[in-house]
């Protein structure tokens, strides 16, 4: 007689599956699909493509995954408001693709759906100063944490901006978050990571080379929310559990760092840090002369490696000042790393600015000794 267990395991592995094959049908259907449902995303000052391209490729993982959970709902502890709030963000970003939001109205549509998941799950919220003890006021713990969520949101939307990266970050996200709540006894939530992991695995052979779909705005808001939530949540466990610290760490670390420094530069040259320009980590690469599956597979590999040391770092005493340590001079040495590259680069240009104009004297030097004969 089989036992329940096994059961349970088939029943996971089919619905995996089932996971899988409804992403890629989804994505062959919006698809063929875009142009009558408007969901096209054309180029502009700020994209990476040259050619209109088919959006709206969030629904592809977002439903089926959102479909699976709610199934799973009765025999889990996913909060309803959650799911409600990730269909939330999808149709925002829906919407968004669909018709180009103003900036403003996506900020505050953002600001009361993190409101409505926050005001759900006090929980989530710090009562002191993480590793200080120090008490911190409900209403100011309150802020930081919307400001954070809702920053998070927009710094991951923000690092979708070529083949391949928002969905393989994701990726790479899910599998962490899985195995994370499933070490920690958060069994519902590493079943939605896995569900998630999975269709993202039917999405990514549409968005990679020569991508014909765009996740957009429709996907790229919802895996937001979902990870900068789930970082609160694990962060919640941070009495019983330290170890996550690490991990949360590696997690945000190169959304929230791009976005910071894109901020930052802009502010210092007198413009608005919302502006639309292409000083992106992912842009520079492309400036240098990656391609787009170079450029991607840059980032995610120093994002696997981030991962990778913060597991490693998480069975370490020492793991929360490591890992500070490791993040600073990692971004340190990415920073510096894309100075040297664009040094070369400008050495490159200045040379071969110095022939063309070397060649030119000597077209000059010929063009007069011959009008001279």
Not at 91 to 99: A, I
Request: proline share 4%.
């Amino acid at each position: 007689m089989i036992s329940s267990s096994y059961i349970i395991i088939l029943l996971i592995a089919a619905v995996c599956v089932a996971v899988i094959f409804s992403a890629k049908h989804l994505c062959l259907t919006l698809i063929t699909k875009a142009a009558a449902l408007g969901l096209v995303s054309k180029p502009n000052e700020r994209s990476s493509h040259i050619t209109p391209t088919a959006a709206g490729g969030g629904l592809a993982f977002i439903l089926p995954v959102s479909v699976a959970a709610i199934c799973f709902l009765p025999f889990t502890t996913l909060s309803p408001i959650w799911l409600m709030c990730i269909l939330g963000f999808c149709l925002l970003g829906y919407l968004d693709d669909l018709k180009n939001l103003s900036s403003l109205k996506k900020l505050g549509i953002q600001t009361l759906l993190a409101l409505a998941w926050l005001g759900t799950h006090p929980e989530c919220l710090f009562n002191t100063i993480p590793l200080t003890g120090y008490p911190l006021p409900y209403a100011l713990s309150f802020l930081i944490h919307l400001f954070f969520l809702v920053g998070f949101i927009n710094a991951f939307n923000l690092i979708d901006g070529i083949n391949g990266l928002a969905g393989g970050m994701a990726l790479l996200n899910s599998m962490l978050f899985a195995i994370s709540f499933m070490f920690l006894g958060g069994m519902s939530y590493a079943l939605f990571f896995l569900f998630l992991a999975f269709a993202l695995t039917g999405y990514l052979p549409f968005n990679w080379k020569k991508a014909k779909l765009f996740m957009g705005d429709t996907g790229a808001l919802p895996l937001g929310f979902i990870f900068g939530s789930g970082v609160l949540e694990l962060l919640s466990t941070t009495a019983e559990h330290p170890i996550v610290i690490p991990l949360v760490f590696a997690l945000i670390f190169i959304p929230t760092w791009d976005t910071l420094r894109v901020f930052i530069k802009r502010i210092m040259q007198k413009k608005s840090p919302f502006s639309a320009d292409k000083s992106h980590i992912h842009h520079l690469l492309l400036k240098l002369g990656f391609n787009h599956q170079t450029a991607a597979l840059s980032i995610l590999s120093s994002h696997f490696i981030l991962l990778l040391m913060a597991t490693t770092l998480s069975f370490s005493n020492l793991a929360a000042h490591l890992t500070c340590i490791v993040l600073f001079f990692g971004g340190f040495f990415l920073h510096e790393l894309l100075n040297v590259l664009k040094i070369k680069k400008n050495y490159a240009l200045l040379k071969k600015a110095y022939y063309s104009k070397k060649q030119l004297m000597l077209h000059n030097t010929f063009i007069k000794r011959y009008e001279h004969n």
